[in-house]
């Protein structure tokens, strides 16, 4: 998914169809609707993130007297910033040219925020879900997911990305979390 986005980007062309369309429908939607989401995309935040994994990552090292998860954290962490900078410096993407309600710096694609949101809470569930029932479990996969899509579209209904960044970061993310808990949770569990 993400490397098929990227060479839509890539190839130079304009923003497909359903970016421009979504682009102008988000542009056009009431404060009222908007204003409400602007703090919604502070979950995303590569400074909120950080806070989270620090935490959770305190409390694990500390019940486990193990750096396995804070290795992790920092692995998913390092990794998202890491990768979702390269290719946006890689692309440099223009943003949507609609009314943008918050600030935002560098290119578009990929969403840094859906990225950061997607590996983020991803990891986080992961973490909080080692020793639970595969109910809990899927339940805390669930609300990482919901999280990291509610993130991802605050972007676009805020005008500071197309909706094919956002869906890019998501799968950045979500692929990115995949491999660290491979390398780093199957391999430390398995010894």
Known sequence: MFGLLAAVVVSGTAPPGIDT??????????RAVTNP?????SFGATLTVAVLFSVVAAIST???RSLTVATFLVAVLAGEILLSNLVKAGLDRARPEVDQ????????????????????????????????????GRWLLVGAVV?????????VFLGVHWLTDVVAGLALGWAWVALCAMVILDRRQAQ
């Open 21 to 30: 369309t979504v682009a102008r429908w988000a542009g056009e939607l009431p």
């Open 62 to 64: 500390a019940r486990e």
């Open 147 to 155: 999280m990291a899509i509610s993130v991802a579209a605050s972007r």
């Open 101 to 136: 309600l918050i600030g935002w710096s560098g290119a578009s694609f990929p969403s840094g925020h859906a990225a950061a949101a997607a590996a983020g809470y991803a990891a986080v569930a992961l973490v909080l879900a080692r020793g639970r029932s595969v109910a809990v």
């Open 37 to 41: 989401v602007r703090p919604l995309t």
